[in-house]
């Protein structure tokens, strides 16, 4: 499977805990980005990568949220200290260069968190 | 600021055709897309807008005018598997403020009935 990839596909936690959710993307991609999403809602920005610069990170976004791509590749998105207001499905996805061209992302099939 | 706005739901029967609009509130975009998403699913890539104009994909068409500030899409020959949400989305330009982010619209719940 060359598709994007995501785990854990869900993880329950209590309010508090730490999180780490992993996204590979596809291969040749250099483009990653971040999206939560919450039942009957559209795909909220988080951050977006491009190889390993981290080049835009919603402004709405906590300072518990981090996400890292170290080497251009896979992706980590940590969330500290959990609240119940983080329960959502995170959404991966990648483009290559050509995305702004194309207007395609790929996205995997995500990480469900539930904070208790 | 920057906004796309779709109705919440729409209901159709098998075979019929519907039309999911998208209006925005922004400028400096490349183009608008389209994406299903059925439920517990991923969403996948439709369709895509960089010029004004009519896109055709098989049974599903997509549109943008941009001196209008809109764009839909179009589902015909309605299929029971085409059930799903539907949301649109824009890559905005490089600028001081953005690196090129995509921003989605809320979606649009379709409801395709016997």
């Known amino acids: 499977d060359t598709g994007v990839s995501q785990n854990p596909r869900h993880k329950i936690t209590k309010r508090g805990q730490n999180v780490t959710f992993r996204c590979d993307p596809i291969s040749e991609h250099n483009r990653l980005y971040w999206y939560r999403q919450t039942l009957g809602q559209g795909p909220e920005f988080l951050t977006y990568?491009?190889?390993?610069?981290?080049?835009?990170k919603s402004r709405l976004l906590s300072d518990r949220f981090s996400a890292e791509r170290p080497k251009g590749s896979f992706s980590t998105l940590e969330i500290q200290r959990t609240e119940q207001g983080d329960s959502a499905m995170y959404l991966c996805?990648?483009?290559?260069?050509?995305?702004?061209?194309?207007?395609?992302?790929?996205f995997g099939e995500g990480s469900r968190l539930t904070v208790l | 600021g920057q906004s796309l706005e779709q109705p919440s739901e729409v209901t159709a029967v098998e075979g019929a055709i519907v039309q999911i609009n998208c209006t925005y509130q922004t400028s400096g975009f490349y183009g608008l897309s389209w994406y299903q998403q059925h439920d517990g699913g991923a969403p996948t890539f439709l369709s895509y807008?960089?010029?004004?104009g009519l896109e055709e994909t098989g049974r599903f068409s997509s549109f943008l005018s941009r001196s209008d500030s809109y764009g839909y899409l179009l589902l015909q020959e309605l299929q029971m598997k085409d059930s799903a949400s539907y949301f649109c989305a824009v890559r905005f330009y490089m600028t001081t403020d953005s690196w090129g982010k995509f921003q989605f619209g809320a979606g649009t719940q379709v409801v395709v009935t016997p």
């Open positions: 996805a990648s483009s290559s260069p050509l995305a702004g061209h194309t207007g395609e992302l790929f």
């Open positions: 990568f491009q190889n390993e610069a981290q080049l835009e």
């Open positions: 807008n960089a010029l004004d």
